[in-house]
């Protein structure tokens, strides 16, 4: 069985061109980490498969564009970022909404007992978060992305996304234990800004 | 830690980033941490091997840091057991193979003046392509309304005004089935989607039924598809469909063209539920841009939709193709 580290070692060697051996080894490799960012971007499994199957055809399309092959992950990455974004000023319908269909692809070949947290939980308190901390903090857990490509692919400063990384965690974690707490989090940073660290805590000492 | 001090530290040399992460708070560390990948990825980082360097002389910090990690593997371990739906890989699979091939003929083949047959759907795609740089959809689909008849597709300001909309308006809901047929044929506009080989028109419904066999059991008096098919018997066929999604369900779309008027007949396996359908069962609705007309016939569920800005009188195209009185039903 090929693993993760042998298929990407592939791809990077392959030739450029329309190869479609080369696309079906991203797609073997890429498939499910993409769907599973859709999800966290447009949370029904329609929209998520759809924006996977998008990206895909994109990079079907003009991936032969691409020049550096190891850079495959973060083109599709950002292409799926980018179809979500386009897609959303294009008919405001790819928002959280709450009669959007829920997930139900739990792993039902993992007993509850083999892990701490269910899916289910991470992806609703993931969905709490606003986009801007959601997004990176995806990207940091699914591909495990380096905060430096994260901030890259975002087009971001590399402070911003450090600060947002931290902050999304600490909010993921408060709406895991505590839904009421996660809500007045997200309501306070529904905004672009970022608020610094330092003034919250002026002059505290860790 | 602000962000810019974040920014600052990241233009700085070693031996600079050293001195300011030890002069950093616990708080300002953490942050640096928590951007810190398992399996020790970013110890060439100078400000993440900083910061765990402080960690290390730390047993607070360094407990802090542990636990973090255990809970980052917990959730990362949770959303990898986000499973896709069954059939999307290999559905991804045939629609990038179909575009590579697709984009290899594109380059290879020499163009030529459209015929009716399969030669249509490159015609389709790089017209379609072709106006897409300069307007979108929109214009591909004017483009393709007037294609046949070499109508440069500029009625349609003139049509506005005679547009009367038959449903409750943009507002109107759509199922999934009638959205996944209404984003099929704009990705057919767009040359995203290929048409499979046109069946000749006087056999068109025989192909539809042929795709999507009618319920014998089920059968129905009324029959609107079987009358659009008559229509489709002097029209011109434009393009086809079979689709076969795990969550949509299996479905043929046929694209048609009757008195210059470009029209789709998407016809669904089963009796599926119509939003808002009156007592008869029929839905008469319109979306921003599409008029839709939904019924159920000899146990299966059908759409007929069109642009309402192509025709004067959309409730009178839709009753003409379907031979049907939709005010009497």
Redesign the interface.
């Known amino acids: 069985m090929q693993t993760n580290a042998s298929i990407a070692s592939q791809i990077e060697s392959d030739p450029p061109g329309?190869d479609?051996a080369f696309?079906?080894k991203v797609?073997?490799q890429y498939?499910?980490d993409l769907?599973?960012f859709a999800?966290?971007l447009a949370k029904s499994?329609?929209d998520?498969?759809?924006l996977?199957?998008e990206t895909?055809?994109v990079?079907?399309?003009k991936g032969s564009q691409l020049r550096d092959k190891s850079k495959a992950k973060s083109w599709l990455f950002t292409t799926l970022y980018h179809e979500f974004l386009r897609r959303r000023r294009k008919?405001g319908r790819l928002v959280f909404t709450e009669d959007a269909e829920s997930?139900d692809?739990?792993?039902a070949s993992?007993s509850e007992g083999d892990?701490?947290?269910?899916?289910q939980?991470?992806?609703e308190a993931l969905s709490t978060l606003d986009e801007n901390y959601r997004v990176p903090l995806?990207l940091?857990?699914?591909q495990?992305m380096?905060?430096k490509e994260i901030a890259e692919m975002l087009d971001v400063?590399?402070?911003?996304?450090?600060?947002r990384?931290?902050r999304a965690?600490s909010a993921?974690?408060k709406a895991m234990e505590d839904p009421k707490e996660s809500e007045r989090w997200a309501i306070e940073n529904t905004d672009q800004r970022?608020i610094?660290?330092?003034?919250n805590?002026k002059g505290?000492?860790? | 830690?602000?962000?810019?001090?974040?920014?600052?530290?990241?233009g700085k040399g070693e031996q600079a980033i050293t001195d300011m992460v030890s002069e950093m708070?616990?708080?300002?560390?953490?942050?640096?941490l928590?951007?810190a990948?398992?399996n020790g990825?970013?110890v060439a980082?100078p400000m993440i091997a900083g910061a765990l360097e402080r960690a290390n002389s730390d047993p607070s910090?360094w407990d802090w840091f542990v636990e973090?990690q255990s809970?980052?593997a917990?959730?990362?371990?949770?959303?990898?057991?986000?499973?896709?739906?069954a059939g999307?890989?290999e559905?991804?699979?045939s629609?990038?193979?179909a575009?590579?091939t697709a984009?290899?003929n594109e380059r290879d083949e020499t163009i030529e003046t459209p015929s009716r047959t399969v030669q249509k759907t490159p015609w389709i795609a790089m017209a379609a392509a072709a106006v897409l740089l300069v307007g979108g959809t929109f214009f591909a689909s004017e483009f393709l309304r007037g294609s046949k008849t070499g109508d440069s597709g500029g009625g349609i300001a003139g049509n506005v005004g005679a547009v009367t909309p038959l449903g409750k308006g943009a507002s109107a809901q759509f199922a999934?089935w009638q959205t996944d047929a209404l984003?099929s044929v704009d990705q057919i506009l767009e040359g995203?989607k290929e048409s499979l080989p046109l069946p000749e028109e006087k056999v068109a419904w025989a192909w539809i039924d042929q795709q999507v066999p009618p319920n014998p059991i089920a059968s129905t008096s009324s029959t609107p598809g079987k009358a659009i098919g008559e229509h489709i018997t002097s029209g011109e066929g434009i393009a086809c469909l079979r689709v076969d999604d795990p969550?949509i369900g299996h479905y043929v779309l046929f694209c048609f063209k009757v008195s210059g008027t470009l029209s789709h007949l998407a016809v669904f396996d089963g009796v599926r539920e119509i939003p808002n359908a009156n007592a008869s069962g029929v839905a008469v609705q319109q979306s921003?841009r599409w008029q839709t007309v939904s019924w159920v016939e000899d146990g299966r569920t059908m759409m007929l939709f069109f642009f309402p800005t192509d025709v004067k009188d959309p409730a009178g195209w839709a009753e003409e193709l379907m031979n049907i009185d939709l005010a009497a039903r």
């Open positions: 329309r479609p696309f079906q797609v073997n498939y499910e769907y599973r999800m966290s499994t329609a998520a498969s759809d996977t199957q895909f055809f990079f079907a399309a008919d997930y692809g739990r792993d993992q892990k701490r947290f269910d899916s939980l991470v992806l995806t940091f857990y699914l495990g380096a905060y400063p590399i402070g911003t996304v450090m600060s990384l931290s965690k993921l974690r970022v610094p660290i330092n003034e805590r505290a000492q860790g | 830690m602000n962000d810019n001090r974040a920014d600052e530290i990241h708070t616990n708080d300002d560390i953490k942050v640096i928590s951007v990948r398992p990825l970013d980082d910090l973090s809970w980052d917990e959730v990362a371990k949770a959303l990898g057991s986000v499973h896709p739906p999307l890989r559905r991804i699979l629609i990038g193979e575009q590579l984009s290899r999934n984003q995203k969550l921003d």
